[in-house]
């Protein structure tokens, strides 16, 4: 199991590059006590769904904070890949960040922002020195780092964007968080054959209908060239998922066969794919 440990001066973006991991598919976890951070490994090891998981640790923990130099110990003892992701920025940039969201440093509470980065910095000196990845923040903007913790940490072959397929019914409404929708209604409507109204889209018949049609496959060759040809800019627009809502009337028939068609085709091209169908069990 992956284990990233992510800690650093206050202000250097250590809050967003959790958010990030998580976005990521890590499981996320801020401010554990180190004590607790190998049992936390083992629960995760034990979960077969948890296979990366990520911590932030600083020093709002205070005196527990040394506590985290037995916990990498452990760690290392243990079957996990660990990895320590060390946030710095210059005190120029740090004392900006903090007059900019009016924050006390969780180390001067009642002095200077100064005196508290001082004082940071001396106690994270030695988890900086056994760090695996040290990134400088002074210049970057939130989307630049979290495009550096995927350069660094992801993993996917997914041309780094997760894709949804989700079917609906437009009696029910669109889904609110689509980004793309394409309504099946051109097709003719396999309800009005009493031998497949009582079917669904995942059913043989009713696919083998809407099939039949050149323009379903005109259709899907046409959405697929869209999406392989728009997946690259979200990602470069910083967009990490990407939901496709196809809906008929019902959501039943029309809609579940072509996503269900979509959903294979994108599979097989290496997309990070999933498939929903939000209203085949209510029936047309």
């Keep these: 199991m992956k284990f990233v440990i992510i800690t650093g001066l206050s202000g250097a973006g250590r809050s967003q590059a959790l958010k990030r991991f998580?976005?990521?598919g890590y499981f996320c976890v801020d401010n554990m006590p180190p004590k607790l951070i190998p049992e936390f490994a083992r629960i995760c090891m034990s979960n077969q769904s948890i296979d990366k998981a990520?911590?932030?640790?600083d020093m709002r923990m205070g005196q527990m904070f040394e506590d985290i130099f037995p916990a990498i110990q452990c760690l290392k003892e243990m079957d996990v890949e660990l990895d320590i992701l060390y946030l710095d920025a210059s005190d120029e940039v740090l004392v900006r960040r903090f007059k900019e969201t009016r924050r006390r440093h969780p180390l001067s509470p009642d002095g200077t922002i100064m005196s508290g980065i001082y004082k940071e910095r001396e106690k994270l000196k030695n988890i900086k020195d056994i760090a695996s990845n040290i990134v400088d923040t002074s210049t970057y903007t939130i989307k630049?780092?979290?495009?550096?913790?995927d350069r660094m940490y992801s993993d996917s072959g997914d041309n780094g964007i997760k894709i949804t397929v989700t079917t609906f019914g437009y009696k029910r409404g669109i889904p609110i968080d689509a980004d793309m929708v394409f309504d099946m209604?051109?097709?003719?409507?396999?309800?009005?054959e009493k031998s497949l109204r009582d079917h669904t889209g995942r059913e043989k018949e009713v696919k083998d209908y809407v099939l039949s049609f050149p323009r379903a496959r005109v259709f899907l060759d046409k959405i697929n060239e869209l999406v392989n040809y728009v997946a690259p800019y979200y990602v470069e627009q910083d967009k990490k998922q990407l939901v496709i809502a196809i809906g008929c009337t019902g959501g039943v028939h029309r809609s579940v066969v072509i996503a269900e068609e979509m959903y294979r085709e994108l599979k097989e091209q290496g997309h990070n794919v999933t498939l929903e169908h939000r209203d085949?069990?209510?029936g047309y």
Excluded at 144 to 149: Q, R
Excluded at 185 to 192: A, C, D, S
């Design 185 to 192: 209604r051109f097709l003719p409507n396999p309800f009005y």
């Design 144 to 149: 630049k780092l979290g495009e550096t913790i």
């Design 54 to 57: 990520a911590e932030v640790v």
């Design 22 to 24: 998580e976005d990521t």
């Design 280 to 282: 085949i069990g209510y």
